[in-house]
């Protein structure tokens, strides 16, 4: 019998060539160890399995964080502090769902507490955001933070996070494809951290969240339920730059979302 090994066929070496890529590509992701079918999870580390639902499957492989190993977004993004949290941003990934992709600096996953009893929904990043990564940094951002402190919260207390994830292009509105894109990951992130209240921030938000197109003005201070979370329409911090003259309006639906919470409104307003 010949020594000489035999060339495997070429439909098998590209199957083995396939499965090499995947595994390169779950190295580079940070994941250790991949379970194999039949054995017991190689990692007692693993924590919760991921409840997230809604976000299309981009792989079948197992998450990282499903096997307990680190990943680079664990380190690199803000919003990703609970194993479920952290499945999402893998889903994720490097995305170039929609076009807003090619513009992009960074992605802007979310902020904050991943028990957060207390959630904003904003629209996308702008410029601030997009060079830091984080969501509501900028002027608008400024004054979201005072108005979360004036509730009575801590910023690092709340989770924050926007309908789009990538910065429109000269800050224009996101369209609906982009919207339909990225929706998933919103609701697989408010699935994950399970919220008592959300205050969604301005007309995307609401109309992402509660499918509802009529103006922000009339649906504002009334609640609303969102797959069974209390939701509260405001307006857009950005718009309350604009018109600082309906800054009262805002704090009344603030202080309906305070009572929600047992905390007495103070005196004035952000
Ligand atoms: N406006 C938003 O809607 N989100 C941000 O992150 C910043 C500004």
């Known amino acids: 019998m010949s020594s000489a090994r035999k060339q495997a066929p070429p439909e098998l070496a590209a199957v083995a060539g396939e499965a090499?890529?995947?595994?390169?590509?779950?190295?580079?992701?940070?994941?250790?160890?991949?379970?194999?079918?039949?054995?017991?999870?190689?990692?007692?580390?693993?924590?919760?399995?991921?409840?997230?639902?809604?976000?299309?499957?981009?792989?079948?492989?197992?998450?990282?964080?499903?096997?307990?190993?680190?990943?680079?977004?664990?380190?690199?993004?803000?919003?990703?502090?609970?194993?479920?949290?952290?499945?999402?941003?893998?889903?994720?990934?490097?995305?170039?769902?929609?076009?807003?992709?090619?513009?992009?600096?960074?992605m802007v996953f979310g902020v904050g507490n991943p028990r957060a009893e207390l959630m904003f929904v904003g629209e996308g990043p702008g410029g601030d955001e997009d060079l830091q990564g984080e969501p509501f940094v900028g002027r608008a951002g400024q004054l979201l933070t005072r108005m979360i402190e004036a509730m009575g919260f801590a910023r690092s207390e709340v989770y924050i996070a926007n309908v789009v994830k990538c910065r429109p292009p000269e800050n224009r509105d996101p369209q609906p494809d982009e919207i339909e894109a990225c929706e998933p990951f919103l609701k697989a992130q408010i699935d994950a951290i399970r919220p008592r209240v959300i205050v969604a921030l301005g007309r995307f938000a609401v109309q992402t969240l509660l499918r509802d197109g009529s103006p922000i003005g009339r649906q504002r201070g009334r609640w609303r339920e969102y797959q069974g979370v209390r939701c509260m329409p405001t307006f857009h911090p950005a718009y309350l730059l604009r018109s600082p003259d309906e800054k009262g309006k805002a704090w009344e639906d603030l202080k309906l979302v305070m009572r929600e919470f047992g905390k007495e409104p103070r005196q004035g307003r952000p």
């Open 20 to 106: 090499v890529r995947h595994l390169e590509w779950l190295r580079d992701a940070g994941v250790a160890e991949v379970p194999v079918p039949g054995r017991p999870p190689p990692s007692p580390t693993a924590t919760r399995t991921p409840t997230t639902a809604g976000a299309p499957p981009s792989s079948t492989a197992p998450s990282p964080a499903s096997v307990g190993a680190p990943s680079r977004y664990a380190l690199a993004d803000k919003g990703c502090g609970s194993p479920e949290l952290l499945a999402v941003r893998e889903r994720l990934g490097e995305c170039t769902r929609c076009n807003l992709a090619g513009g992009r600096k960074k």
